[in-house]
């Protein structure tokens, strides 16, 4: 069964340093999104993607973090600059177009700032 | 705002009972939801989506919708101990299949042998 893939599963980085979470989305999946989730805390929305474009993103995706598809498979979110508070667990998700919207949730990335 | 609401729990049932699980949500437009389920420490994984008012069954799995009082529950029949997890709400905020997705804070279910 395809399934999303993310990589690295865990990062450690220092405080100002970039970032770039890797992501393999579901081949036939048009739409790819981007959701952080602080330890014991709810997921959140950060950034939707599609047709090349970012189509809706919350108020934590601000101009520290992008998005790209750089080739035809993978999709990838950078922090510029991480501050201790982008420390989370980042989960990709993709879905297909369609009547559906169902995503499906990569493992996550566990990122740790400094 | 807008907000998906879940009692946080947490809920603990015996193996065999009913869970119910509930949720609210905060926008009148919204036509998507979704129920997950999260281990500690993995990703979320979906159980069920439901978009028109009433019940849907999956095995023992029950979603019900009521959209004019906004509100999505989860119903799981003959509960298991592996059923002991986050369950979390989610709701596609906005009309049509539009791309900003809401999560709820997640309620911890416990089931007791």
């Known amino acids: 069964e395809p399934e999303v893939t993310q990589t690295p599963s865990h990062q450690v980085t220092q405080m100002g340093q970039e970032v770039i979470l890797r992501c393999v989305p579901i081949?036939?999946?048009?739409?790819f999104y981007w959701y952080r989730q602080i330890l014991g805390q709810k997921v959140e929305f950060l950034v939707s993607?599609?047709?090349?474009?970012?189509?809706?993103k919350s108020e934590i995706f601000d101009d520290q973090f992008s998005v790209e598809r750089p080739d035809g498979s993978n999709f990838t979110l950078k922090i510029r600059s991480t501050k201790l508070e982008d420390s989370a667990m980042y989960f990709c998700?993709?879905?297909?177009?369609?009547?559906?919207?169902?995503?499906?949730f990569g493992p996550g990335t566990r990122l740790t700032v400094l | 705002q807008k907000e998906v609401e879940q009692n946080s729990g947490p809920l603990s049932v015996p193996e065999g009972a009913i869970a119910s699980l509930n949720c609210t949500y905060s926008?009148?437009?919204?036509?998507?939801f979704f129920w997950y389920r999260q281990y500690s420490g993995k990703s979320p994984e979906l159980i069920m989506s439901?978009?028109?008012?009433g019940d849907k069954e999956d095995g023992r799995f029950t979603a019900q919708l009521n959209k004019a009082s906004q509100y999505v529950s989860l119903l799981i029949r003959d509960s298991q101990p592996s059923d002991s997890a986050t369950y979390l709400c989610?709701?596609?905020?906005?009309?049509?299949?539009?791309?900003?997705?809401?999560f709820g804070t997640g309620t911890s279910l416990t089931v007791i042998p």
């Open positions: 998700a993709s879905r297909t177009s369609g009547s559906t919207d169902t995503q499906y």
């Open positions: 081949s036939n999946h048009l739409y």
């Open positions: 993607f599609y047709n090349n474009e970012i189509s809706e």
């Open positions: 926008d009148r437009v919204s036509q998507s």
């Open positions: 439901i978009y028109s008012n």
């Open positions: 989610a709701v596609n905020i906005g009309s049509g299949f539009g791309n900003q997705f809401y």
